[in-house]
């Protein structure tokens, strides 16, 4: 806490120093100038870091989300351009052609779609 | 002679219904630059009352990242049998999905609306990124998207 304090009475220092030189300076010269970003940059915000609420070791970070860290009901050597994990694994859906689509009304009974990826 | 006529007849009157039931339909679903890795999506179907009728397609295979489609997960509880056989692989950024299926007749200019929830690794969810009416005059129409759909098209 001590240490906080003392980094903000030196930064306040500084800023109040720097103050005091711009107000002494001759009337045209530009002791602080604020540029703003060069032509052609990005000036948008980044996020830099994850908050604290991110899955942590998963690298994984949906808004508004908790995974939780649990690869339990992952499928393993799950290969997603190959259509994802094997049938019935681990709680996942069965990829296509592996069984029949649903009976929901909205297919034509036992045709399944084709599916192209470009 | 005359009862293989009225036999044909028979089974051209129960079988033909029956043909003109379905079309086969291609959903084709451009994917913007997004930047980031694949997306996964629900391609569901609501009937005039807004309630799920069915899913079309799930891109994307592990079912516990099926709640970041959250209203495709709302509206099935999160069940992954509803995609038993209708599910592939996440989509990439800048990549197109193109589906095709026969598709029940009566989904057309009946009130129902297609709908796309998407969500990627490391992004925000995107619930019904798209959510368009299942007419026959909007065939062929491309429905744009918000964040990671560039544009949608549903075509006979």
């Keep these: ?56 070791g998963e690298g994984w970070f949906w808004s508004g989300s908790d995974e939780g860290g649990s690869d339990d009901d992952d499928c393993e050597d ?24 649903p009976k929901n009304g909205l297919f034509t009974d036992g045709t399944t779609p084709q599916v192209k990826t470009n | 002679m005359k009862p293989l006529h009225a036999a044909l007849a028979l089974t051209t009157a129960i079988i033909a219904p029956g043909l003109a039931s379905a079309r086969p339909v ?82 057309f200019d009946a009130g129902y609306t297609l709908h796309i929830d998407a969500a990627a690794e490391d992004m925000r969810e995107s619930p019904n990124e798209i959510a368009v009416p299942l007419t026959t005059q909007g065939a062929g129409q491309p429905v744009q998207g918000r964040r990671y759909i560039a544009d949608f098209t549903y075509a006979f």
């Design chain 1, 1 to 56: 806490m001590k240490q906080a304090i003392a980094l903000l009475l030196a930064g306040s220092a500084f800023s109040l120093a720097g103050a005091a030189f711009a107000g002494a300076a001759p009337a045209g010269a530009h002791a602080f100038i604020f540029e703003g970003p060069a032509a052609g940059t990005d000036s948008r915000l980044l996020r830099v870091s994850g908050d604290d609420d991110e899955g942590e």
């Design chain 1, 78 to 101: 799950d290969d997603e351009d190959e259509g994802g994990c094997a049938a019935g694994a681990a709680g996942n859906a069965a990829p296509a052609g592996s069984v029949a689509p």
């Design chain 2, 26 to 107: 291609t959903l084709t679903t451009n994917l913007a630059q997004y930047g980031g890795p694949g997306a996964y999506l629900a391609i569901y179907v609501t009937d005039a009352s807004g309630a799920y009728a069915g899913s079309l397609w799930m891109a994307g295979g592990r079912s516990k990242y099926y709640r970041h489609l959250s209203d495709w997960s709302r509206l099935t509880g999160g069940d992954a049998a509803q995609v038993d056989g209708i599910t592939g692989a996440s989509v990439g950024s800048g990549r197109s999905l193109e589906l095709t299926m026969d598709l029940a007749d009566k989904l």
